[in-house]
């Protein structure tokens, strides 16, 4: 398939932009592919105008004809083959298996919202049926359910050019409510986002869903996601990336005259609490996994372990020793894109300008041509990690750093001091665990994910997952942007009182035609 580089608005391609950029290979700095350009304020206009003629101007699509959308999604993405991994890996430097297992987890998300449809029961329906007869007041009928919201603006994230991307959890969990998406993609890899768009676009068409239900816009500079998030039309916004990009669309879209949610997941180091019982027992194991997890896609997932926590002893020590020979062994990756291979490089240097902080390793130099960087293992004291603030601030890319404790209070006050984050891991025994309770509620106030004995990389896509936690980690706990819950971001509720049966939507009518799970009179049923 040709990639044409145009904005592609409710199926159409248009140019008007100016201003142009291209992909580029990170593995060989060479720039390729055609000229994109910056969307314009009439490009942006033109896509938020079609998404809302399509959530407003016609009846909305029924449950079933938007699963199959996004079933038919999934089959376009699948048909993409090795197209779509050869682009991807060209224009991120990630691996082949990488990336057809991330393809994997897209067309599953996008089944699993689809199943999520179809069956009906997310959009929590409850009714509280008229009693006439009640004194002193008469009881009216009142029946609630979830409702989509209306245009909704995705932004696809650099390290995850499938997964958060065009067909990622975000679209998929916005078109599964019934909402209408315009998708900023990556200036990372523009082609890879194109290729996608066109496929889903190929769906919306064989599905007959209304042309506005999906735009793509490309743009490399920050004016065209700006002017996404503050256009009028725009009812909601979902970013994965850093903490400074995130909070300053959530800036803009709170100061909106009508503000707005803006979903954003952003900065997370994940710590991982090592408890003595663990460490003696399994201290090298333990090691091994955190060298694996931290190094893992060159560091590049917001669930990196960026910080680990022990006491001082033996066996930490033995511990730092094999940890750092892990470290020292490893070979350098190639980072998504320059700019991020460059901030990585910063924060090491931010970090070991730390009084205090030292580097126990690191792996061989990486060759700045092909945006390499090198796994490093650094080392601190409880102290100086309590005092710095740079010290706990996410360092993204291939990176680890141990902070030693004199105690269960240290360990307490390391966990007490850190921002809200993705996820906390302790490593223990049940003897740990019945020792450490006070350390186990405080990780409980900081993380939306608590791990025993595992490490954060790999998010499973379930409907358990919880994949946001306390600001900054995200803009919302309340919320995942990971499992079949995520829909919930992209809906509010409606409650119609008195209402006659057949001008209620079908999931609150008495005969439940759809026979989805509800609260009936304060009881769950579905009959």
């Given at each position: 398939?040709n990639?044409?580089?145009e904005?592609?608005?409710?199926?159409r391609?248009?140019?008007d932009g100016s201003?142009?950029?291209s992909?580029?290979?990170?593995?060989?700095?060479t720039?390729?592919?055609?000229?994109?350009?910056?969307?314009?304020a009439g490009?942006?206009d033109?896509?938020l105008e079609a998404?809302?003629a399509?959530?407003e101007?016609?009846?909305?699509?029924?449950?079933?004809?938007?699963?199959?959308?996004l079933?038919?999604?999934?089959?376009?993405?699948?048909?993409?083959?090795?197209?779509l991994i050869?682009l991807?890996?060209a224009?991120?430097?990630l691996g082949r298996?990488?990336?057809?297992?991330?393809r994997?987890?897209?067309?599953?998300?996008?089944?699993?919202?689809?199943e999520t449809t179809?069956?009906g029961?997310?959009?929590d329906?409850?009714?509280?049926?008229?009693?006439?007869?009640?004194q002193?007041?008469?009881k009216p009928?009142?029946?609630?359910?979830?409702?989509?919201?209306?245009p909704?603006?995705?932004?696809?994230a650099?390290n995850f050019?499938i997964?958060?991307?065009?067909?990622?959890?975000?679209?998929?969990?916005a078109?599964?409510?019934g909402n209408?998406?315009?998708?900023?993609?990556?200036p990372a890899?523009?082609n890879?986002?194109?290729?996608?768009a066109?496929?889903?676009?190929r769906?919306?068409?064989a599905?007959?869903?209304?042309?506005?239900?999906?735009?793509l816009?490309?743009?490399?500079?920050?004016?065209v996601?700006?002017?996404?998030?503050?256009?009028?039309?725009?009812?909601?916004?979902?970013?994965?990336?850093?903490?400074?990009?995130?909070?300053?669309?959530?800036?803009?879209?709170?100061?909106r005259?009508r503000?707005i949610?803006?979903?954003?997941?952003?900065?997370?180091?994940?710590?991982?609490?090592?408890?003595?019982?663990a460490?003696?027992s399994r201290?090298?194991?333990?090691?091994k996994g955190?060298v694996?997890s931290?190094t893992?896609?060159?560091g590049?997932?917001?669930t990196?372990?960026?910080?680990?926590?022990?006491?001082?002893?033996?066996?930490l020590?033995?511990?730092?020793?094999?940890?750092?020979d892990?470290?020292?062994?490893?070979?350098?990756g190639?980072?998504?894109?320059?700019?991020i291979?460059q901030?990585f490089g910063h924060?090491?240097?931010r970090l070991?300008?730390v009084?205090?902080i030292?580097v126990?390793?690191?792996?061989?130099?990486?060759?700045?041509q092909?945006?390499?960087?090198?796994p490093?293992?650094?080392s601190?004291?409880a102290?100086?990690?309590?005092?710095?603030?740079?010290?706990?601030?996410e360092?993204?890319?291939?990176?680890?750093?141990?902070?030693?404790c004199g105690?269960?209070a240290?360990l307490?006050?390391?966990?007490?001091?850190?921002?809200g984050?993705l996820?906390?891991?302790?490593?223990?025994?049940?003897e740990?665990?019945?020792?450490?309770?006070p350390l186990?509620r405080?990780l409980?106030?900081?993380?939306?994910?608590?791990?025993?004995?595992g490490f954060?990389?790999?998010?499973?896509?379930?409907s358990?997952?919880?994949?946001?936690?306390?600001y900054?980690?995200?803009?919302?706990?309340?919320?995942?942007?990971?499992?079949?819950?995520?829909i919930?971001?992209?809906a509010?509720?409606?409650?119609?009182?008195d209402f006659?049966q057949h001008s209620?939507?079908?999931?609150?009518?008495?005969?439940?035609?759809r026979?989805?799970?509800?609260m009936v009179?304060n009881?769950?049923?579905?009959?």
């Amino acid at each position: 398939m040709n990639i044409t580089a145009e904005q592609l608005i409710a199926g159409r391609g248009s140019r008007d932009g100016s201003r142009t950029f291209s992909a580029t290979n990170p593995a060989t700095a060479t720039p390729f592919g055609p000229q994109f350009r910056d969307a314009t304020a009439g490009e942006i206009d033109r896509a938020l105008e079609a998404a809302r003629a399509a959530f407003e101007e016609a009846p909305p699509s029924p449950p079933e004809q938007v699963a199959l959308f996004l079933d038919r999604i999934a089959a376009e993405v699948t048909d993409l083959g090795d197209q779509l991994i050869d682009l991807a890996v060209a224009e991120t430097g990630l691996g082949r298996d990488r990336l057809t297992a991330e393809r994997g987890r897209t067309v599953g998300q996008l089944r699993m919202f689809a199943e999520t449809t179809r069956e009906g029961s997310w959009v929590d329906a409850r009714i509280d049926t008229a009693d006439p007869t009640r004194q002193l007041i008469p009881k009216p009928d009142v029946r609630r359910m979830l409702v989509a919201i209306g245009p909704v603006v995705v932004f696809g994230a650099s390290n995850f050019p499938i997964a958060f991307s065009v067909a990622g959890g975000d679209t998929a969990s916005a078109l599964a409510a019934g909402n209408p998406v315009v998708f900023k993609a990556h200036p990372a890899h523009p082609n890879t986002s194109e290729l996608i768009a066109r496929a889903a676009l190929r769906a919306a068409e064989a599905e007959s869903m209304s042309p506005g239900i999906f735009s793509l816009l490309q743009g490399a500079g920050h004016e065209v996601g700006l002017e996404l998030v503050r256009h009028p039309l725009t009812e909601a916004v979902a970013f994965t990336g850093s903490l400074r990009g995130g909070r300053a669309l959530f800036d803009v879209a709170a100061s909106r005259p009508r503000p707005i949610p803006l979903y954003a997941e952003m900065g997370s180091v994940n710590p991982v609490f090592l408890l003595p019982g663990a460490l003696a027992s399994r201290g090298e194991t333990i090691a091994k996994g955190l060298v694996h997890s931290a190094t893992l896609g060159v560091g590049q997932f917001c669930t990196n372990p960026g910080v680990v926590v022990g006491t001082e002893g033996p066996q930490l020590d033995q511990f730092v020793r094999v940890v750092a020979d892990l470290v020292r062994q490893a070979a350098p990756g190639t980072m998504l894109y320059a700019g991020i291979c460059q901030s990585f490089g910063h924060s090491i240097e931010r970090l070991r300008s730390v009084p205090g902080i030292k580097v126990e390793s690191h792996a061989p130099a990486g060759s700045a041509q092909k945006t390499q960087a090198s796994p490093t293992f650094l080392s601190t004291d409880a102290t100086t990690f309590l005092a710095h603030p740079d010290a706990r601030e996410e360092c993204f890319g291939p990176s680890t750093m141990l902070v030693r404790c004199g105690g269960a209070a240290e360990l307490e006050a390391v966990a007490r001091a850190l921002d809200g984050q993705l996820t906390a891991t302790v490593h223990g025994t049940p003897e740990d665990l019945a020792a450490h309770q006070p350390l186990l509620r405080i990780l409980r106030r900081k993380a939306g994910r608590l791990l025993f004995n595992g490490f954060p990389t790999g998010v499973e896509v379930c409907s358990a997952m919880q994949h946001g936690g306390p600001y900054p980690a995200t803009t919302d706990a309340h919320f995942t942007s990971v499992g079949s819950a995520a829909i919930y971001r992209f809906a509010r509720p409606l409650c119609f009182q008195d209402f006659p049966q057949h001008s209620l939507p079908p999931e609150l009518q008495d005969g439940n035609p759809r026979k989805i799970w509800r609260m009936v009179d304060n009881q769950r049923r579905n009959d």
